[in-house]
């Protein structure tokens, strides 16, 4: 049984800094591609950023330039570092895993998801 657990969600100040660390049990994460998602309150979930298992990335507009999807499969990790946060990226992220990646992009989400961490960014 596949299990993701997100975490390093919390407040930060805006131009702060948050590394969001995606760790997969039951499974060896290097198979899949991963996206991370994020939905704030009365917004649809949006995916934020996505990683083949080959290394290939791609990042929401909004994001690109300040986040960095990264993976780890020594550690059986997918990590978010989230860099000069703004407010408007206050949301909860989820972790995604076993979407189609291709054309350059994480297309849709796969059938594994975590529970969510919240990311608040506030002065």
């Known amino acids: 049984q596949v299990r993701l657990v997100e975490s390093g969600g919390g407040l930060v100040q805006p131009g702060g800094s948050l590394r969001l660390s995606c760790s997969a049990s039951?499974?060896?994460?290097?198979?899949?591609?991963v996206g991370w998602y994020r939905q704030a309150p009365g917004k649809q979930r949006e995916l934020v950023a996505g990683?083949?298992?080959?290394?290939?990335?791609n990042y929401a507009d909004s994001v690109k330039g300040r986040f960095t999807i990264s993976r780890d499969n020594a550690k059986n990790t997918v990590d978010l570092q989230m860099n000069s946060l703004k407010p408007e990226d206050t949301a909860v992220y989820y972790c995604?895993?076993?979407?189609?990646?291709?054309?350059?992009?994480?297309?849709?989400?796969?059938?594994?998801w975590g529970q969510g961490t919240q990311v608040t960014v506030s002065s």
């Open positions: 995604n895993a076993n979407g189609p990646f291709y054309s350059g992009k994480y297309q849709r989400p796969g059938g594994y």
């Open positions: 039951g499974t060896i994460f290097s198979i899949y591609p």
């Open positions: 990683i083949s298992t080959s290394g290939s990335t």
